[in-house]
């Protein structure tokens, strides 16, 4: 028996270093790893010992004899990692933090997502160091919350170890609390030895095309803000009364958008999907989601295991069209000589599996299209049709690029969510880099100038440091690699002790208006959704207004 990584697996990296046989790979040491869709272990090494189920935060290891019939894939998805992959046995030590000196040091940071947990756990283990997140949301965990599917319950889980950090003594809420409005960046500069911006990358990467504003056409952060109940999007508005929509993208958020859309309302109404979104879910007209891809299969940005899963869709045929399963000359080369990467092996080996699936009269569409690009969107005020064109590979080059031809083809369509990635926007205060859409670091020290000057007790993490890609288990290396930073400045006495004590933050932002909300207050509102839940039969029924999360974190309204 050996045990199996399935699709919950986040990249945490939490199995990696309890693994007494190094079974698990890639780890955080591994070039591969920041690309890694997922964690695999080595049937051949793994020797049963369970410790790294006990420690995985979202429940994604199993042994194989307990697999369900959807997660038996992974068996073989596991297995084919190693074969192109070694394995030298071995316990992966963790790294050390820094050894403190004498003296609290006094951290602020902004943002309350992933990377700023990540980074505030390895500073709070240290009693010395006194950690203040601020958010201007009045609940934690950021896109764990506002951007993790609801229907994937199980990545949610590493909220618990945010909870655990946040239960630390060293450790307080300024929530509902607005860097810029309710409190000052040079304000934070005077009373904290280092501040940490964590703000993630606020809005979309556009398709630059003609009628990309029409009615209809929408950014898909947006829309996965509005279903997951986002209190910025309660009100967003989305028609979905026409049969088809189309989404430009094929990343694990099209997917997302995609299966939403499509799911059957009553499943949805188990999870803790907003309730605004599941009532405009029941009443929506769409059966058949078209998901576009600018590449080919082999170059598709979803995971295996996200693409895997959609099979598993209750009422849901997911369509793929054999012909359109070209490969590029090298990925061509490398799969008939056996030479082949194994994640992207697996991923046209699903693909082609899929093309092969039959479809059931009545079920809902998700259609895959590879080497198609957008090209414009029509319509009279409201888009009506996608005109597209077909793509091929182009010819030389390192990198797999492809080519407009001449052929172009329309899909009717009144819904349009364009799925390409996020991108950071400036921060108040803090230099900014708009080409890559980041503020311009090294190892999250925040450069002053282009020759790499630093500016001292500032610091980035998470997205807005580099760039909207990886996920939470990437985001923990990226927010455990800023905290060492920060650690070893403190140490090397880089970074100047606060000219004003933080005792007084509290106070300036009530006299600005914020009302902050503390540990407790965010422990009544996961109360109140939780319980809220537990009677509908769902994980939690989520607070979307701003006023309701007040009232439930004990706060009198305000007259």
Not at 331 to 359: G, H, P, Y
Request: charged share 25%; aromatic share 6%; with cysteine.
């Amino acid at each position: 028996m050996a045990h199996v990584i399935t699709r919950p697996c986040c990249n945490d990296a939490s199995c990696v270093s309890v693994c007494p046989v190094n079974c698990i790979h890639p780890t955080p040491d591994e070039p591969e790893f920041f690309t890694a869709e997922m964690l695999f272990i080595d049937p051949e090494t793994c020797i049963d010992c369970g410790a790294c189920i006990d420690e995985c935060p979202v429940e994604a290891i199993l042994p194989d004899d307990q697999l369900e019939a959807r997660d038996e894939p992974y068996l073989q998805i596991n297995a084919d990692y190693y074969k192109d992959h070694d394995v030298e046995g071995g316990l992966v030590p963790p790294k050390k933090a820094p050894q403190l000196g004498d003296g609290e040091l006094h951290v602020a940071i902004v943002g309350a997502g992933p990377a700023a947990f990540y980074a505030a756990e390895d500073l709070v283990r240290k009693p010395q160091v006194k950690v203040d997140m601020f958010d201007r949301l009045p609940t934690p965990y950021g896109l764990v919350r506002a951007g993790v599917a609801p229907d994937h319950a199980a990545t949610k889980g590493v909220e618990k170890t945010f909870a655990a950090t946040a239960a630390k003594r060293n450790f307080q809420y300024f929530l509902n609390v607005e860097v810029g409005k309710h409190i000052s960046h040079d304000e934070l500069a005077e009373r904290y030895h280092a501040v940490i911006y964590a703000v993630g990358a606020a809005t979309d990467k556009r398709l630059g095309i003609e009628g990309e504003d029409l009615a209809g056409s929408i950014p898909a952060t947006e829309f996965v803000a509005w279903y997951n109940g986002h209190p910025d999007y309660a009100g967003f508005d989305v028609d979905l009364s026409g049969e088809r929509a189309v989404v430009v993208g094929n990343g694990n958020v099209a997917l997302d958008v995609a299966r939403i859309l499509v799911t059957d309302p009553d499943d949805l109404a188990k999870t803790d999907i907003a309730d605004h979104a599941l009532a405009k879910l029941r009443e929506s007209n769409v059966t058949e989601v078209v998901l576009l891809a600018r590449r080919g299969v082999a170059q598709a940005a979803y995971t295996n295991s996200e693409f895997l899963a959609l099979g598993d869709v209750e009422g849901v045929d997911v369509v793929v069209d054999p012909d359109e399963l070209v490969l590029d000359p090298q990925t061509q080369a490398a799969l008939d000589d056996d030479t082949l990467d194994s994640t992207v092996a697996t991923k046209i080996r699903l693909a082609r599996e899929f093309s092969e699936r039959s479809t059931t009269e009545g079920n809902r569409r998700i259609v895959f299209r590879y080497l198609v690009s957008p090209l414009e969107l029509t319509g009279d005020g409201q888009v009506e049709r996608l005109v597209c064109v077909r793509n091929v590979y182009a010819e030389g080059g390192a990198r797999v690029a492809v080519t407009p031809t001449e052929e172009r083809f329309e899909i009717e369509t009144g819904l349009v969510l364009r799925a390409i990635g996020y991108r950071g926007v400036p921060v108040l205060d803090l230099p900014f880099d708009e080409s890559k859409g980041v503020v311009p670091n090294t190892e999250g020290r925040v450069q002053a100038t282009a020759d790499g000057d630093v500016v001292s007790g500032l610091y980035v993490t998470g997205w807005i440091k580099r760039g909207a890609t990886g996920g939470i288990g990437m985001n923990r290396m990226c927010g455990q690699q800023t905290a060492e930073a920060v650690l070893k400045d403190f140490v090397a006495e880089a970074l100047s002790a606060p000219t004003t004590s933080r005792d007084d933050v509290a106070d300036i932002v009530s006299t600005r208006g914020a009302r902050r909300i503390d540990l407790d207050g965010w422990k009544a509102i996961d109360a109140a959704e939780k319980g809220a839940g537990k009677e509908a039969g769902r994980r939690r029924v989520k607070i979307t207004s701003l006023t309701e999360f007040e009232a439930a974190a004990g706060m009198e309204s305000v007259q």
